[in-house]
């Protein structure tokens, strides 16, 4: 979810070329009417999400809710990663995507933070200045990180349920760890004095069953990865906030806000519904029980009250 920020310049200029071509054949589209009580009515919106569920999610909920306020609305869901999206809004090809504070931060080549705050002020400073694009309130209680998982068995065989209880096992234990553990594990290991008795490289998809079958007793797993639910997986608590933060927010263009007051306003009033635990459980909607986005979305709007 969060390493395709270092794919290559030719895969964004190859991104950007593809993305200008669907976005010129697929037109203007969606939206609702409006009425004279719709704040929206007669504003088109562009509206983009990477390829990852929690973006598609995220980038729906903005769409439905914009629409609701009498926005024309064409959402493109699942447009490609990072540098796809970066260049999209920067170009004006999108008005708008979800992206994360941890993520913006390596695009910038600035340095990862355990602070919330410090992660969302640095990113949003540097956005407006630099590409006239303004981060709107973020989703401070959505950390969608990384962490350290393990089986509901080794849980209870090696008595784990928080980070600080690995010191003491972690002679026993193999990590199946993803190849950017250099940088986000070793910062991470260092805080809680963790050696491991062994490594194993793997994709994070696979570290999973890796722990199952017992070629791994942990893994380090993304916070809103379905698995863990599915899998009865449990995540050891972070209690040092080791890991870095990557907290969500619209991200729009400067133009795009210029039209309306009322595009921050409904999107910020999303934010503090957002949580860890809720995005797992729809993400798990769609990834495990596939449910469609739109219908997550919606159906989580209504309960959430932001939608009739």
Known sequence: MHSDHLSSAYARRLGVVLLLAVLTLAGCGGGGSGTSSQPGKGISLTIGSKNDPDGQLQAEMYSLLLANQGFSVTTHLALGQTPVLDAAIKSGAVDMYPEFTGTALSLLNLPNTTDPHQAYAA???AYEQQFHVTWLDPAYNLNDSYGICTS??????YNLHSLADLPAAASQLTIAEQQDAKTILAPVEAAYGITFKGTTQITEPLSFPAVTQGSAQVNECYTTDPNIVTQNFVLLTDSKNAFPVYNPAPIVRDA?????????STLNALEPKLTTANTLALIKQIAIDHTSVEQVAKTFLKQQGLLP
């Open 152 to 157: 509901q068995a080794n849980a209870t065989k």
């Open 256 to 264: 795009t806000l210029a039209k309306s007051s009322a595009i921050a």
């Open 123 to 125: 990113v949003k400073a």
